[in-house]
């Protein structure tokens, strides 16, 4: 079987539930062919190169804007223009697809799956088309040519009810979770994982991630990190900077104000994550939809701090209504909410027991195994 993976540069999630897939169809279907193509890039590098940019500095710097277009792209105009375009961009996709000659795509971005399903509409092709939605709440983008797409992957059975509501048949629509990396799912040696860090055993690890390149909300970050610091005082810190190395020497100068090196420690990018899930108790982070996944397998309580309006702050009040994530939200007293949290040695046990009810760890497989069973 010929199998072709889309994904599209908008943030990190897109592609590695792409890699995911691609990794275990590699590493368990000897009889596939697979190859994985950023799809915008390869319709118009110019475009793709304009749009990425634009979503990056809307994200960091006028969130609110990037919720206003998350909110009106849902229907009206702005919905129609997207659909729009991506028909337009369709045609040059047509090459590709003339020549790889797909029996199966799978799209972990709206926009592939939009420009198949036209094509598909228009009997350009005739390949199955599977939709794999990366985020915990649904976005009616992500529907647009819902009658031409065979199947639909979702990360909760609340989403799936949702799409049935869209009249897509029950039979397309699998609640299965987002695709998950095996590396989070590999057993490890704590104690090493700990002298990898120079972090002691017995101590409440927290994982603190801070945003990454793109430094999002960044004092409101560096003021949450600081309560942190103060508070507490008992456990350990992990914080990843990631590829930020302005908000790495911020971290080090909280650290240093409070002489907390011995419990705090401070991480440029690292490829150790799944290594420090495993270890860690709490995961502080922006609900991105991977960012999440991979919490959950991991049965990490998540601190939700600045998460992009639209898509995030929906996965924010998802994990906040299933009791799994707690929301610092800009009008809270940060130091409360740490003696909230921290104070009752029940809020994070429920927690972590809830992550257990959501956890779909075997997602990559079970996708995989519907679509080439097929």
Not at 265 to 274: G, N, R, W
Not at 338 to 363: H, R
Request: net charge positive; glycine share 6%.
């Amino acid at each position: 079987m010929k199998i072709l993976i889309f994904y599209a540069s908008y943030g990190g999630g897109h592609l590695n539930a792409a890699k995911s897939i691609n990794e275990y169809i590699l590493n368990n279907y000897t009889n596939h062919d697979v190859k994985m193509i950023d799809c915008m890039k390869y319709v118009n590098k110019t475009i793709e190169k304009v749009t990425t940019a634009a979503y990056r500095e809307m994200a960091k710097k006028v969130p609110w804007a990037w919720g206003k277009i998350y909110s009106d792209s849902q229907k009206g105009p702005l919905a129609h223009i997207s659909s729009r375009s991506n028909k337009i961009l369709a045609i040059k996709l047509l090459k590709l697809l003339r020549e790889e000659q797909p029996d199966l795509i799978i799209s972990t971005h709206p926009f592939g799956s939009q420009m198949c399903s036209y094509l598909k509409r228009k009997g350009k092709i005739n390949a199955k088309i599977a939709t794999i939605m990366t985020d915990f709440a649904p976005h009616d983008q992500w529907l647009v040519g819902k009658d031409f797409t065979d199947f639909y992957f979702v990360a909760h059975d609340k989403m799936k009810q949702y799409l049935i509501s869209k009249e897509i048949p029950a039979s397309k629509v699998f609640a299965t979770g987002i695709p998950l990396s095996s590396r989070f799912l590999k057993k490890y040696n704590r104690i090493d994982i700990l002298n990898d860090f120079s972090l002691k055993d017995n101590k409440l690890n927290i994982l603190f991630f801070g945003g990454g390149e793109f430094g999002l909300g960044k004092t409101r970050t560096f003021n949450i990190f600081e309560n942190f610091v103060q508070y507490c005082k008992n456990m350990q810190i992990i914080a990843i900077a990631g590829k930020n190395p302005k908000m790495k020497l911020a971290f080090e100068a909280i650290v240093e104000k409070y002489n907390a090196n011995e419990r705090v420690k401070v991480l440029p990018f690292t490829d150790k994550v799944p290594e420090l899930m495993n270890i860690s108790d709490l995961v502080v982070t922006k609900p991105g939809g991977m960012t999440i996944t991979e919490s959950l397998a991991c049965n990490l309580p998540i601190v939700i701090i600045n998460p992009i309006p639209g898509q995030e702050e929906e996965n924010a009040e998802f994990l906040e209504s299933k009791g799994i994530g707690l929301w610092i939200k800009k009008s809270d007293d940060i130091s409360q909410v740490l003696e909230s949290l921290f104070s009752n040695s029940d809020i994070l046990a429920n927690m972590k027991k809830n992550t257990k009810l959501l956890a779909n760890i075997n997602s990559t497989r079970d996708i995989c195994e519907i679509l080439l069973k097929v």
